[in-house]
DNA sequence: CGCTTATATCAATATTTATTAATATAAAGG
DNA sequence: CCTTTATATTAATAAATATTGATATAAGCG
């Protein structure tokens, strides 16, 4: 069986996190130039092979790049709608109403009770002194 | 003397790794409903006091959200252009050229010579067996 | 097939980042 | 001032992520 499709807000975590890496922002950065392959990657960035693989793997799951076979090589290219997806990805979860989102149950209740007497309820203890 | 505004890289790094964190997107989902100070996300949240602050002070820095005092307070807002300050920023990362950002000066130069042989310089040893 | 090249994966370690508990600071109010 | 409320900061710890070194897989070649 195939996963399931993750939430709004894991797919935007996912993304995000995928994006805020020097490493990875910088294999970006050579892929918008031209494809490139794993071994050009590693000499071009003079980093380890398994480095970049890993990297790469975190960029394909996140959809930022696109890799495919070509004999033993595994060509590197930039997903140009990449970063629109998230884009999007992000503003759906920032205008789903909360009460749509499962993770949101709870904090949706408390957020609609509030009276403004937050602090109040958190006592700094003394009180019976 | 203030600090010294970043590279683009590091600017695009430090708003995506702000975005790519669960506990920040729930707070960034939150303000988008209404402004909450600190308590309020607490009780809202029902995490730890000092938890949130810290991730206010991120998003803050990545200029995603404002703080301002009212009396005790510190009431929080979502800073409704951060994500397409991002968003332009991570642009002028991906176009400005190669040559201009000193991070790159030498990935740069080993990019130009690229000459298709890469992988084969990376001799697996057994040459001399 | 056996061999080389190219990439991927894995387990161990190092590094970074988040969380907690304690404490410091800031802003009223009596 | 002293006290309470609200938030920030700090040091210690926990958790997540990146890096490395070793090894496995995949694809062409003789």
């Known amino acids: ?3 399931a499709k993750p939430s709004l807000k ?3 975590e996912r993304a995000f996190k995928a994006l805020g890496e020097p490493t990875r922002l910088v294999i970006l950065r ?3 130039e031209q494809e490139l392959c794993v071994c050009e990657l590693e000499e ?3 980093i380890s092979q398994p480095r970049i693989s890993h990297h790469l793997k975190v960029l394909r799951e996140a959809g930022l790049i696109a890799q495919r076979r070509e004999a033993q090589r595994s060509i590197c290219s930039l997903n140009q709608e ?3 997806r998230v884009v999007e990805a992000y503003h759906a979860y920032m205008t789903e109403p909360l009460s749509v989102m499962v993770e949101f ?5 408390r957020l609609t009770n509030l009276d403004g007497n937050s602090c109040e309820r958190k006592s700094y203890g003394k009180a019976c002194l």
Not at 105 to 109: A, K, S, T
């Open 1 to 3: 069986m195939k996963k």
């Open 10 to 12: 894991l797919e935007v």
């Open 30 to 32: 050579l892929l918008a």
């Open 44 to 46: 071009v960035m003079d």
């Open 82 to 84: 990449g970063l629109s």
């Open 105 to 109: 149950r709870e904090m949706h209740e």
